[in-house]
Structure formats: structure tokens, C-alpha cells
């Protein structure tokens, strides 16, 4: 397999996902909060409230359509450039996805069509309840995505076939109900609020510093604070809940975006920088920082003298924890490999005895099977630098919103939001801030599964299509032109919108 070719699929996939990605939190908050929005206005009949709610969704509206547009692109690549990917885990990953646009993707478009051009032409009753069930839609979309990619992050309810070396699903309540999966919609879902929460306080507070509808800036505002203050404190919790399953599922992660070289009990978050020349053996690879002890023993096992593998236990391997060499990892992967070759040259033969033979081994060692496709025990650990720092950008800046969303609140709840220019321009930059720490978030999650597009299971080096590097090249560029083209055209229709206002005149 041609390594540049690789590292060329991989760059168009995550220039595409960066695009779409764009969208697709807003859109997930969004649809909550414009819910919340008219149900103000269908409760206390203000027109203040439907003039919200319908500028709101507005900005909505275009998000949706240019997110939709820049999601379709994602099928395509699953068929061209990881068609391995796709022949050997479609059975497992394309369930969630089927069930996403069939039944998830449905909603969101029918409801979708009511909420948004409905207004003059159901009930004040039923266009609420559309508005809703586009939310509920939306965020079930999100779900059945989540499921999917979690099975990416922690395979399970599936069996490999030695006859077809694919994936086979064997639950999938198992598939869908996983911690992993569950855990990571939680935190994604809360982050999605808390970008669109920002989303509003932004425009809100640039409504506010230029002295224009105020009253509107002070009543979105009166949303999205509290919506935001929840949601920050939220993801704190459900944070927690996926420090542990990441480290009971992807230890390697978890070491990666620790600095964690040698493993210890009652194991310290360290913030720091780190250090590109230590190497396994050192405690750790920040070069200064500050020590909180035992505290990523706490988050990852709920213990403060738990141990926590590092980077160097990985690779060589922790008897005392019982924790495999990744170089036995490798062999009895390749006992795997080899146990699968044999079964099929037995059946060319029609030697029934030597089949079952190597069917067992192969049940034996399956799950070992995607380690038999790496070439050395260091290609285990993801790039540290990248999973670190995305990791503590992340944290960082959600502890920053604990804190800010913490002091807009009381500002608001003393009738003192629209005053104070510092804080309102400090809230002209959390939409910024909020989208850093999503894609640092999932710069994390998704960086420190390698090498693994299906975490243990099937590598990235074995999931691409083997197919020119031109190919990529050149669709690389194109997707580029056009996403970027798409983005531009959104972003331009959002500022006119924004610099129109809530008051414009309606058609």
C-alpha cells in the first residue's frame, strides 16, 4: 500500500469532515434552542418571542442546507478512497447508518419542512410540535452517527468471519447501546448546546456593543446564557464518564494525551509542554508544568491509587498488570492472519480436518487479528504531540466556559447584561473559542485511535483503497474548491442576515 497515498485519503477526509463539521454543531444546538424560542412565544403569545424564534431559524435554515450539502460528500469517500474499510466493516457500520437515514433523517425532513415554511399554514399547536421534532430528529441523526463511529473507537457486538474476513454483526442493542457510544453522544450532544449557545451569545453581544435591538439581544440572550451555563457544567460530568471508558478501552489514548511514558499508581494530570526528545522510560514528557496528583487516576478508574498504563507499558508490556507486549499483540495476530490463509488453502483442497483445525485457531486469536497487520510494537501509540495538545486545549478552554458562563449568568440575573463592554467583547469570541475546543475534542478522539481505523481491530494502513495517488490528489483539490466555495456563500448569507437584523420586513 502506497503510504503517501494514505496520508493523502486521510487529509481529504478530515478537510471534508472540517467542513461539514462547521455546521453541523450549530445545527444540533440550534434546533433546541429555536424549540425553547417558540415555545416561549406559543406560552406567553408575544410577538417579541415569534420575531426570535423566526430569525433564529432563519440563520438555522442556511446552516442546515449547507450542512446537508457538505455531508453528502462523506458516502462517496467511504466507496472511493476506504472501499476496504467499507468491504470489511459495512455490515457492522452501515446498520447505524441506514437506521440514521431512514428513520432519523426522515423526521428531521418532514417536521423540518413545516417548522421552517409553516408558519402561515398549520396551527400555532402543530408548528410547535414540528419545531420539535426537527430538534428530536436532528439530535437522533447525531446519535446513530455517534454509534457508528464509536464502533470505530471500541468494536463490539460483531464476530470476523473466516470465510469472508468481514465484520458481521451479532447485536445490535450491543452495537448501539455500548458506554462508549452512550458516553460519547452525551459529551457530543452537551459540546453541539454549548456551540450553539455560543452561537447566539455572539450575535447577541454584537447586537448589544452596537447599540441595535437590544431588547432582542437582551432576550436571546436570557436563552442561551443559562442554556450555555447548564451545558458547560454538563459536559464537565459526562466528561468524567468518558475519561473512564477511555481508559479502560484506549489505553493508548489516554497515555498519548497524558504524556504518560511510564505507568503508575495514583498516576498525575500533568499541564505542561511537552518534551519531542524524552522517550519511553521517562515519567513523563512534560519539560515543566503544574502536577496534579493522583488526579488521572481518579478521572480514568475512579481511584486514587489506581494504576494507569503508560506509553512504555504499552509497548513493552506490565506482567503485574497484566498487560501483553505489543509484540506478542503482533504475533498472535499474525497466528491470526495465518490460521485464516490455511482454513482457505484447506478448503481449495477439500480437507475438512485441516479447516477446523485453523478455525480454531483463528476463533482463538481473531480478536488479535488487525495487530498481525502492524510492523513494530511503537506503531500502537498514536502521535503524541497532536493528541496531547488537542486533549488540554480542550480541557482548558471548558473550563473557561465553567467559569465565564458562571459570571454572564449573575450579570444577567442583575439586569446587567447589556452593560460592561469587556465582557461583551470577551462574548463576541466564545463562538471561536467553542468551535476550537470541538475540533480540538475530536482532533483527540479521532488522532489518538491510530493506527486503527476500527480501534484493535483493522488498521488505517489496511482500510484504504488501493487506488493511484493522483486520484486523490486531484479529488482532494476539487472538494476543496467546492466546500470552500459553499462555506463562503454561507458565511455571506449569515452576515447579511445578521447585519439585517430581527426587524427587517417580512416578505
Known sequence: MDFLMIDWARAQFAMTIFFHFLFVPITLGMTVLVAIMESLYYKTGKEEWKKATKFWQLLLAINFAIGLATGIIHEFEFGTNWSNYSWVMGDVFGAPLAVEGIFAFFIEASFGV?????????????????TWMLAIGTNLSGFWIIVANSFMQHPTGYKLNIETARAEMTSFAEVALQPKAIDTFLHQISSSYLLGATFMITIAAYYLLKKRDIAFAKRSMAVAIP????????????????????????????????????????APIVIGILNPNKKPGDAQTAVWGIPFP?????????????????????????EKYGILPAAELIRRGKVAINAMNEYHKAKEEKNEQLMAENRKIFDQHSKYFGYGHLQKPE??????GVTFYTFHIMVGLGTFFMLFFVILYIRLMKGKIADGKLWLKISLFTLLMSYVATFAGWGMAEVGRQPWTVFGLLPTIKSATPIHLTNVQMTFFIFLILLGTLTFAEIKMMLKQIKLGPNKPEN
Do not use: C
Open 294 to 318: 493522583k488526579l488521572l487516576s481518579i478521572l480514568g478508574k475512579h481511584s486514587m491509587n489506581a494504576f494507569v498504563p503508560g506509553i512504555q507499558d504499552l509497548i513493552e508490556g506490565n
Open 114 to 130: 413545516v417548522s421552517i415554511f409553516g408558519w402561515k399554514r398549520v396551527s400555532k399547536k402543530f408548528h410547535l410540535f414540528s
Open 227 to 266: 442554556f450555555a451555563l447548564m451545558n458547560a457544567y454538563f459536559l464537565f460530568l459526562v466528561g468524567d464518564m468518558q475519561a473512564a471508558t477511555v481508559t479502560q478501552m484506549q489505553p493508548t489514548k489516554i497515555a498519548a494525551a497524558e504524556g504518560l511514558f511510564e505507568g503508575m499508581e495514583g
Open 379 to 384: 506503531d500502537i501509540i498514536p502521535p503524541i
